[in-house]
C-alpha cells in the first residue's frame, strides 16, 4: 500500500520511531525484571500478555464499546500464536543474553525473515539494496559468532526463533485494516493461555514477584507491547517489507542504551563495531528506496 509522502510521510515517520522505541523498551524491561527483579520468564510471559489484553479491551471499549462485543471477528489465530511463540521465547532467550545481544540477535532474524517473504512474493531490490543486506548481514555474523562458543547459544537460538514469530506477526500486521481491533483480537485471544499458565506456575511454585518487577512486566505488557504493536500494526501497511525490516534493526542500539543507563550493561567495541556495520546496511537500503520512488 503507497502513501504519498506530502500528506502521509511525516506521520508515518513518527509512528515508526514510535513502535521502534516501544520494542527496544520491551527488551530493557525484560532485562529488569528477569535479572534485577528475578521474575520468572513463565511469570513475566503470562503477566505481560494479560497487561496487554487489558489495556487494549479497555481502549476499544473507551474508543467504540460494541466492538469489543464481536472482537473476535478482528485478528486472526495464525497472528496470535505468532505472538505467543514471540514473546514465550522472547523471554527464555532473556535469562542468558543481555539486552543488546537480544535485541540485536531478534531484530535480524525478523529482517530476513521479512526479506525472504519479500522475495518470494517476487518484491525485487536493486544492488545498493543488496549491498545494504549483505552488509547487516555481515555485521550480524560479526556480532554472533563469539557467542557460538559460549553458553548462551542456546539463548541465541530462541532469539531467532522469536525474531522468527515476530517477523511473520509483522507480515499479518501488513495487511491489516483495522489495527488496533486486530492487535487486541491477537492479545485477548492469548488470554485463556496466559491465564491457564499463570495458574499453574502459582500451584507448583508459587508467584513470588517483587513490586517493581510487577511495575517493569506491567510497562512492558500494557505500553510496549499493547501500545507499540497497535502502532506498529498501524505503520506497517504503509511501508514494504525490506524498509519494514531494516528499519528494526536500529532497536538494537536504542535497546544497548537503554542496558546502559538502566541495567548497568557494558557495551565494548565488539558491540560498537557491529552496530555501525548493521545501522550502515539499513542506511544504505532506506537511501536507496528515497532515491527510487517518491513512497515509503
Not at 471499549?61 to 473476535?72: A, P, Q, R, T
Amino acid at each position: 500500500m503507497a502513501v504519498d509522502i506530502d500528506l502521509s510521510f511525516p506521520r508515518t515517520i513518527i509512528l515508526t520511531f514510535l513502535a521502534l522505541f516501544a520494542f527496544a523498551a520491551n527488551s530493557v524491561l525484560c532485562r529488569l525484571a528477569l535479572n534485577t527483579e528475578q521474575v520468572n520468564p513463565a511469570d513475566f510471559t503470562s503477566i505481560r500478555l494479560l497487561c496487554a489484553a487489558l489495556i487494549l479491551a479497555l481502549i476499544v471499549i473507551i474508543k467504540d464499546k460494541s466492538v469489543i462485543c464481536k472482537i473476535n471477528q478482528y485478528g486472526s489465530h495464525s497472528g496470535a500464536l505468532s505472538l505467543f511463540v514471540y514473546a514465550t521465547a522472547f523471554s527464555y532467550a532473556y535469562i542468558t543474553l543481555n539486552t543488546a545481544t537480544g535485541a540485536l540477535i531478534l531484530f535480524a532474524a525478523v529482517q530476513f525473515t521479512m526479506l525472504f517473504k519479500g522475495w518470494l512474493t517476487g518484491n525485487k531490490m536493486g544492488f545498493q539494496e543488496y549491498t545494504g543486506v549483505l552488509l547487516s548481514l555481515l555485521g550480524f555474523i560479526y556480532f554472533v559468532f563469539p557467542e557460538l562458543e559460549k553458553p548462551s547459544l542456546l539463548g541465541c537460538l530462541l532469539m531467532v526463533l522469536a525474531g522468527i514469530a515476530w517477523g511473520i506477526y509483522s507480515l499479518i500486521g501488513a495487511q491489516s485494516r483495522y489495527p488496533l481491533y486486530d492487535t487486541a483480537s491477537n492479545f485477548i485471544r492469548l488470554v485463556p493461555i496466559a491465564s491457564m499458565g499463570l495458574i499453574m506456575m502459582h500451584c507448583s511454585f508459587g508467584i513470588n514477584v517483587s513490586l517493581k518487577g510487577l511495575l517493569y512486566t506491567f510497562c512492558s505488557g500494557a505500553l510496549a507491547s499493547g501500545l507499540g504493536y497497535t502502532i506498529w500494526y498501524q505503520v506497517m501497511p504503509k511501508l514494504k517489507p525490506s524498509i519494514a525490516a531494516v528499519c528494526q534493526l536500529s532497536v538494537p542500539i536504542w535497546a544497548a542504551l537503554g542496558g546502559i543507563m538502566l541495567v548497568n550493561e557494558p557495551i565494548d567495541l565488539h558491540i560498537a563495531a557491529s552496530a555501525a556495520v548493521i545501522l550502515g546496511g539499513v542506511l544504505l537500503v532506506i537511501l536507496a528506496k528515497k532515491k527510487s520512488s517518491p513512497q515509503i
